[in-house]
T-cell receptor, first 110, second 111 residues
């Protein structure tokens, strides 16, 4: 069964304490892996797309990487405003259906 | 450039009623996808519209139907509402097969 699993479910960090979020997937024929940020009660905000193993993308304090089985979202020296739920999604067929993980809720304390 | 817009923001209905949610895609986008997000969960794919046709559908009953208009805007209709339909309904627009950009969502509460 095609599946996306994110870990941990929740992560509490002190400001400046770097860490990584994990997204593992079991789909065949990956066509793209997407990272989104979601604030409470709002729609997901697009962050990155990764298409092939070895690919990396960076934006401010965030860096996303991709292997054949998983993706990592590295957060370097996070700030309180980075607190949000981070969602991972994959697209695996010719259509546009995205399969989402359940998300990682990140909390960064000052 | 306006992003994806959705209306209404919030909606309260009772069991058995019908509801229509609306979505306007980001300028230049021709594909609209709808997702349901329960509290604490990731979004679940409902269906996708392109060229006014339903291209792909997730595991949702026929009570969920949709439409896309010539200007690419879209509607999601849910009939015979159940308590379990309470969720955040998200619309996402894209150019076909490209990144999907989400709207703010419509919070539906079924009493």
């Amino acid at each position: 069964e095609d599946q996306v699993t994110q870990s941990p479910e929740a992560l509490r960090l002190q400001e400046g304490e770097s860490s990584s979020l994990n997204c593992s997937y079991t789909v065949s024929g990956l066509r793209g892996l997407f990272w989104y940020r979601q604030d409470p009660g709002k729609g997901p905000e697009f962050l990155f797309t990764l298409y092939s193993a070895g690919e990396e993308k960076e934006k401010e304090r965030l860096k996303a990487t991709l292997t054949k089985k998983e993706s990592f979202l590295h957060i370097t020296a996070p700030k309180p405003e980075d607190s949000a739920t981070y969602l991972c999604a994959v697209n695996y067929n010719q259509g546009g259906k995205l399969i989402f993980g359940q998300g990682t809720e990140l909390s960064v304390k000052p | 450039d306006a992003g994806v817009t959705q209306s209404p923001t919030h909606l309260i209905k009772t069991r058995g009623q019908q509801v229509t949610l609306r979505c306007s895609p980001k300028s230049g986008h021709d594909t609209v996808s709808w997702y349901q997000q329960a509290l604490g969960q990731g979004p679940q794919f409902i269906f996708q519209y392109y060229e006014e046709e339903e291209r792909q559908r997730g595991n949702f009953p026929d009570r969920f139907s949709g439409h896309q208009f010539p200007n690419y805007s879209s509607e999601l209709n849910v009939n015979a509402l159940l308590l379990g339909d309470s969720a955040l309904y998200l619309c996402a627009s894209s150019l076909v097969k490209n990144e999907q950009f989400f709207g703010p969502g419509t919070r539906l509460t079924v009493l």
